[in-house]
């Protein structure tokens, strides 16, 4: 048992069933309910489940159809009924990168909707798991074009310059995916919000390394 578990109840922050976040940083105000035609998988790292600093809970209860499933190493078979769906056509939200070239692609031969998934993780872990699972490997790639500089770097430092945070990628991809029918401006708005709030709670504090 943990000192936090001996603790009695009543000491406890308080927490939001929504969200599930302290009452003090309760997200529940900017969410924004945001359809897409697209299917949306994040397998988040256990390391950014605890980050305040994390976009996927917004992205999540914003979304009308994304699960997060949190873990660092997936089975095959557990993994392969994550990935696939009837129906849908699964695409990896990854850019081609020499650690990790994207599989080649053959010609399109339909029009099925898309499961994406995303990968939640810092840019070192994140080419940790997909080097770890060949069935991520042999995904078919999305990759951003040319993605607009990021609100997050006003609270999370990056080491490369085209990174940006899982929310503001997925709402691009879907961008990408659903055209003109997906309007992600009020998540990002939203998003920028959030940024702005926990830059002024940790005002004057160095930025964590990603």
């Known amino acids: 048992m943990n000192a936090s578990e ?23 105000d900017l969410i924004r309910p945001t359809p ?5 998988l994040v397998l988040q790292h256990p ?8 976009s996927v809970a ?15 190493r997936f089975d095959a078979v557990t993994l392969a009924a994550l990935l696939h769906r009837p129906g849908r056509v699964t695409r990896l939200l990854y850019p081609d990168v020499p650690a990790a070239p994207a599989p080649l692609e053959g010609p399109r031969v339909t029009e099925a909707p898309t499961r994406l998934v ?4 810092t840019w070192r872990k994140s080419l940790r798991l997909l080097l770890e699972h060949p069935a991520l490997q042999a995904l078919p790639r999305l990759a951003l074009a040319a993605p607009p ?45 959030f940024v702005e709030r926990v830059a002024a709670r940790h005002l004057g ?6």
């Open 149 to 193: 500089p990021t609100r997050y770097r006003a609270i999370r430092a990056a080491r490369r310059v085209d990174q940006i945070s899982t929310l503001e990628a997925t709402v691009q991809a879907l961008g990408q995916l659903d055209g003109a029918a997906f309007d992600g401006a009020p998540l990002l708005q939203a998003f920028g919000v």
């Open 36 to 40: 897409h035609r697209s299917e949306v």
């Open 58 to 72: 917004l992205l999540r209860l914003s979304l009308t159809d994304c699960e997060v499933v949190v873990g660092e």
């Open 118 to 121: 995303v990968i939640d993780a």
């Open 6 to 28: 001996r603790l009695p109840h009543a000491s406890r922050r308080a927490v939001c069933a929504r969200c599930l976040r302290p009452q003090a940083t309760c997200l529940c």
């Open 47 to 54: 390391q950014e489940q605890r980050q305040a600093k994390n």
């Open 205 to 210: 504090g160095a930025l964590p390394r990603s």
